[in-house]
């Protein structure tokens, strides 16, 4: 028994482990792709050649991430075989075609274009360039719809019939747009659209406290921190709905997020709190009376279910109670940054001068902040996954029950070459960006000198 249980801790941590290295590079390509559009616009439209030095720029990043984003995401795939058979067996009549929808409609639709976005510029128009742009944003943005279909069908499952102990799609419609799915793409979508913006604003600041500036450090630098004071209180009102559809369809979690044990009306927000699940209470509690009740039922003295109902049933507390904290927190950063850095823009402004005088406190905090989207999105991916225990499909399959028998020391062989991997492919991710960032452009390259002729009548 104690053999089965190890088993299945490394299965999931080796699951968590692959999910979270691959997590972070979808969550960069998803808006990057439409930025690069964005880029690949402005220089079509002003002929300014600081536009296409950026689009270039940012094209590696967005290569590179793709590069990692795509060998994970099939590392990650074939554990549901090796670790996880049962969920493909009881599940994968559903799991499987979604899987296969998004590597039909998106994966072959970013693949097929990346090449004309990476080097067609200059061996076809620009209008076929700017087409292949879009069309590897659009690619990006769908195989999140899917993989988001299927994730929040696990979460809030419908659509289906179990028939010998197997699940059967009933109707489509209703597995794909299932009750957390709204939510949780517009979640992920603007998660992903924050990441871009701090990690551009990030390393523009960068750029600019090292003397490397480039010609589009500055415009982007702008651009990032206006995108990311409006779209931080975009996110914090979606994910105030993302939260009470949460609370209606699994109550165990939001139960866990917040850390009450027992049911109350009128639950105090815990600002700081050491869940003590032995003892069923927590520990060193900074509460502010009524705010939970208030933020999650909108009444401050409405209900909220207690962990003591679903005692068997309800995931482990501290790790989701973290988790969220971490997630508020980063995003409270994000708001005080962006919001912050715009005031002192607007101040530079009526004096004439642009961000390369923002103060240099301003700039290093900024270039800190570069990788906070990961952070964020990481804590908000844990919440989720991790609040959905013991189930692997909410309510219906355990995860303890879909495990593979595979012996832990096997699991615990290949979990520790997964994680030596990741750390140092995420340490040459990093270091290639940084070292790409500090590379000046040459003086007068040919292609940046001017708008090709009747480029803006091709676009």
Do not use: C
């Not at 941590?13 to 999910?19: D, E, K, L, R």
């Amino acid at each position: 028994m104690g053999t089965a249980l190890d088993a299945l801790v490394l299965a999931r941590m080796q699951f968590a482990a692959n999910i979270s290295f691959h997590i972070l590079f979808p969550s960069i390509n998803i808006a990057l792709g439409w930025l690069l559009l964005l880029l690949r616009w402005r220089w079509l439209r002003s002929g300014d050649a600081l536009w296409l030095g950026a689009y270039r720029f940012w094209t590696k990043v967005f290569a590179l991430s793709f590069a990692l984003g795509v060998v994970s995401g099939i590392t990650m795939s074939m554990q549901f075989g090796t670790n996880w058979p049962g969920f493909m067996e009881r599940a994968g009549n559903i799991a499987g075609p979604l899987l296969g929808y998004e590597v039909l409609t998106a994966f072959f639709l970013e693949a097929s274009f990346l090449g004309v976005m990476l080097f067609g510029h200059g061996r076809v128009s620009e209008r076929v360039h700017f087409i292949a742009t879009a069309l590897v944003a659009f690619g990006t943005t769908l195989s999140a719809f899917w993989i988001l279909s299927l994730n929040s069908w696990m979460q809030t499952p419908q659509g289906y019939e179990i028939i010998n102990g197997e699940f059967h799609a009933k109707d489509w419609l209703a597995i794909v747009f299932n009750p957390s799915f709204p939510y949780r793409l517009a979640h992920v979508l603007l998660a992903s659209a924050l990441t871009v913006a701090f990690l551009v604003a990030g390393l523009s600041a960068w750029q600019l406290l090292k003397g490397n500036a480039q010609p589009h450090s500055a415009p982007l630098l702008r651009l990032a921190l206006i995108a990311a004071a409006v779209l931080v209180p975009v996110q914090i009102a979606v994910g105030d709905q993302h939260g009470l559809n949460t609370l209606a369809h699994q109550p165990q979690k939001v139960a866990a997020m917040e850390g009450v044990w027992q049911s109350e009306r009128g639950a105090p927000l815990l600002l700081f709190a050491w869940p003590n699940e032995r003892e069923r209470r927590n520990d060193f509690e900074l509460a502010v009376p009524k705010l939970a009740s208030l933020i999650l039922t909108h009444d401050p003295e409405g209900e909220i279910r207690g962990l003591d109902e679903f005692r068997g049933a309800h995931p482990p507390v501290a790790p989701v109670f973290f988790a969220f904290r971490v997630m508020v927190g980063t995003g409270l950063l994000m708001l005080a940054f962006s919001w912050g850095g715009l005031l002192y823009l607007r101040r530079l402004r009526r004096q004439g001068q642009g961000p390369a005088a923002l103060p240099r406190w301003l700039l290093q905090g900024l270039a800190w902040m570069s990788f906070s989207g990961w952070l964020a999105t990481l804590a908000g991916w844990y919440v989720t996954e991790i609040g959905r225990q013991p189930f692997l499909v909410y309510g219906l399959l355990r995860t303890a029950d879909l495990a593979s028998s595979t012996p832990a020391p096997t699991i615990a062989l290949s979990l520790a070459g997964y994680l030596a991997l990741y750390l140092g492919l995420i340490v040459a991710y990093i270091s290639v960006i940084k070292y790409m960032a500090g590379k000046p452009l040459p003086e007068h390259p040919a292609e940046l000198k001017t708008l090709p002729v009747g480029a803006r009548s091709a676009a």
